[in-house]
């Protein structure tokens, strides 16, 4: 019995990593390819999750298109929020173009709240209520779609950030912007891609996680919060690292949650930042940039 409460406390806390790594990946992305800490990133999963709930309760799509829609949508938001916040700022310090992604989650979180108002709202959809039952085990059919889609996508990405001809001027890009450059990649379209991707991404996980649980305009803090810890964790930049450190955590927290308390399972993100700055600060897959 007490092997099969812990294997439940694995099972959910692997789902729940997955959403996490959802998050991260795109964060990871942007800081990897173009360097830039994205404060934003947490409010494109807010309108992924927006987004499905209105297709599907005003335009009466089912949940699947509804998803697909979203996240193609907040792609062209994240494109268009490249062009605004991001591109002309390029040649800035750092801290300035990290200044105008606060401004941007802050502009978004309160024109959330203007447009979709701050009553909380659910996204509905098939599989919240069906079960899955492996064994002892028990688990929703949402959370192995999140799981499952997780997988697929991750894979995807991998195979086109390896094989395409994009996915290797983004590599370029990553090791050598300048260099990239000279030879005629067209950082531009780089930048554009790399947007589209991370911010569908959030997207998606925001569409997918959103029938799990209540969805309101500031639930963007409590996903860059999330990513923001798996990358520390896995290391700023590596997707593999935002792997690792996705599912971890939602182990950790599960397992904390479950055999601790509730309250302590929040806590276990803030310890785990403090625990990996101060043993390796570029995270256990990232490599320490030269002064």
């Known amino acids: 019995m007490e092997f099969v409460v ?9 789902v729940n990593g997955m959403a996490y790594v959802l998050i991260a990946t795109g964060l990871t992305l942007i800081f990897g390819v173009l360097r830039i800490v994205n404060f934003a990133h947490g409010e494109f999963y807010m309108l992924g999750a927006f987004f499905t709930y209105y297709v599907v309760s005003l335009a009466g799509l089912d949940y699947v298109s509804a998803t697909i829609i979203a996240t193609a949508v907040v792609a062209a938001v994240g494109i268009l929020a490249n ?8 040649r800035e310090h750092e801290f300035t173009i990290l200044l105008s992604s606060l401004g941007l989650a802050l502009l978004l979180t ?26 002892n085990l028990i688990v929703t059919q949402q959370r192995v779609v999140i799981f499952a889609v997780g997988v697929i996508v991750l894979i995807a990405l ?36 790399t947007f589209a991707l991370a911010c569908g991404l ?22 860059v919060l999330k990513g923001f810890i798996v990358v ?9 690292g935002a792997l690792v450190g996705g599912l971890a955590l939602g182990v950790i927290e599960s397992l904390g949650g479950g055999y ?23 995270g256990l897959f990232g490599t320490a940039r030269r002064a």
């Open 260 to 282: 601790i308390s509730l309250g302590f399972a929040e806590a276990i993100g803030y310890a785990i930042i403090i625990i990996v700055l101060l043993w390796r600060p570029q």
């Open 6 to 14: 812990f294997a439940q406390q694995v099972v959910n806390g692997l």
């Open 83 to 90: 062009r605004l916040f991001f591109w002309p700022l390029r």
């Open 158 to 193: 991998y195979l086109f950030i390896k094989n395409s001809r994009m996915g290797k001027m983004m590599r370029a890009t990553a090791q050598n912007p300048e260099g990239a450059a000279l030879t005629g990649i067209n950082i531009r379209q780089v930048h554009t891609y």
């Open 110 to 135: 309160n024109g959330g709240e203007v447009v979709f108002g701050a009553d909380p709202k659910y996204v509905s959809s098939p599989f919240s209520d069906e079960i899955v039952e492996m064994g």
């Open 232 to 240: 520390i964790m896995g290391g700023l930049g590596s997707i593999p």
């Open 202 to 223: 959030a997207a998606l996980a925001g569409a997918l996680v959103g029938p799990t649980a209540m969805i309101y305009p500031t639930v963007g803090g409590w996903a």
